[in-house]
């Protein structure tokens, strides 16, 4: 295990206090509905001298601790994103072609249905060329070229990537927004993830359910903590997005007990994780149900998502299968850094 990346606190950080600090609820538990669409895109400078001091981010945190997300557009470079495009398909097909450690590709996040123990797909013999999510390459029903939905670690074979996970201007507002000294998680697992979700019965990886970010490690006092997700593609419902409930961070959402994986939860996990006390108006659907509340959030290419560990989130599936929806994710975390230990409790559904 690693290290973790540690950046110290500045004077003045904005801290959690509850429901105020967003402003109060309308109701005990409800969820916190943006009024518009573009509610939560927030256009960066970082040619400015302080940009997180400039007008128009005026609202950002008020917004974040509110809703449990924002966007930042504008941050990057149409020439940086170009390079971190081309390093990361070059990383995607190192580890298709096995010429990097398996370090980089695994079936970790994949739906277990779709794969044997040995990692090919239920009943079928060897095929010449299986990518490392377990996909065919041809077929006589289907002719698709094989690809890996996950790289990890991706920061370690791509500079671009590194950059985008420790951008000081990034780094700088998680400090603000957690209140703490921020870190990356030192996970031997799968550090900063570049994810391919294609929507077709070859993937791997098409959607996710519902789920918080904290479910998956209950039992660790590294919280509160933020994700990251750079989107290299632009998203909408052509190949998928991003499904939030907005406010559903401050509820005290339960641990896992209940998930449609059949993962057993740690008997040392907290019963629930969350800002406040409020109890959830519903409880987290086991799969991709609709919720009261809950809206897309749609990304531009380059959009820089930050999003609250405890914010309810799914992603849909895309409606048309000739498209990809690709991006750079991973966390940072502002509780005890020596508390950390591998967890990963796969709850949510494929």
């Known amino acids: 295990m690693g290290s973790p990346t540690s950046v110290p606190a500045s004077a003045g950080v904005i801290r959690h206090g509850g429901p105020e600090a967003g402003g109060p609820a309308r109701r005990r538990g409800a969820p916190s509905m943006p009024a518009v669409a573009d509610a939560g895109v ?7 001298p302080d940009p997180l001091a400039a007008p128009a981010l ?5 917004f974040y601790h509110r809703h449990g997300f924002v966007l930042l557009r504008g941050l990057y470079p149409v020439e ?6 081309r ?25 277990a249905r779709y794969l044997d123990r040995a990692g090919q ?14 996909t065919t390459h041809g077929g006589a029903d289907v002719d698709v070229d094989a690809y890996v939905n996950y790289v990890e670690h991706v920061e370690e074979l791509s500079p671009a990537v590194r950059a985008v996970a420790t951008h000081p201007i990034m780094v700088d507002l998680l400090r603000r927004l957690l209140g703490a000294d921020v870190w990356m998680s ?19 990886y098409s959607r996710i359910g519902w789920h918080s970010d904290w479910q998956a490690m209950p039992s660790l006092d590294v919280w509160p903590g933020c994700a990251f997700t750079l989107h290299v593609d632009a998203t909408s419902p052509a190949n998928g997005f991003l499904r939030v409930v907005p406010g559903s961070h401050r509820w005290a959402t339960p641990a896992p007990y209940r998930n449609i994986n059949n993962v057993a939860v740690p008997a040392d996990a907290r019963p629930s994780g969350g800002y406040t006390d409020a109890e959830p108006p519903h409880a987290m659907p086991l799969g991709f149900e609709k919720i009261p509340g809950e809206i897309a959030v749609y990304a531009e290419r380059g959009d820089l998502l930050l999003h609250d560990a405890y914010l309810w989130h799914s992603a849909a599936r895309a409606t048309e299968n000739a498209t990809t929806r690709r991006h750079l994710r991973a966390g940072y975390y502002g509780g005890d850094p020596t508390s950390y230990r591998d967890q990963f409790i796969k709850n949510a559904a494929r």
Not at 42 to 48: L, N, Y
Not at 80 to 85: I, S
Not at 186 to 204: F, L
């Open 186 to 204: 030192p996970s031997p697992n799968d550090g900063v993830v570049y994810q391919d979700a294609r929507p077709g019965r070859e993937s791997g």
């Open 87 to 111: 390093e990361c398909g070059a990383a995607q097909r190192a580890v298709l072609a096995g010429t990097v450690s398996e370090r980089f590709g695994s079936t970790q996040y994949l739906d």
């Open 80 to 85: 940086f994103l170009d390079r971190v495009e």
């Open 42 to 48: 927030f256009v960066v400078d970082p040619t400015a």
């Open 58 to 62: 005026a609202g950002l945190h008020d």
């Open 121 to 134: 797909p239920d009943g079928a013999a060897a095929p010449p060329e299986r990518a490392s999510n377990g």
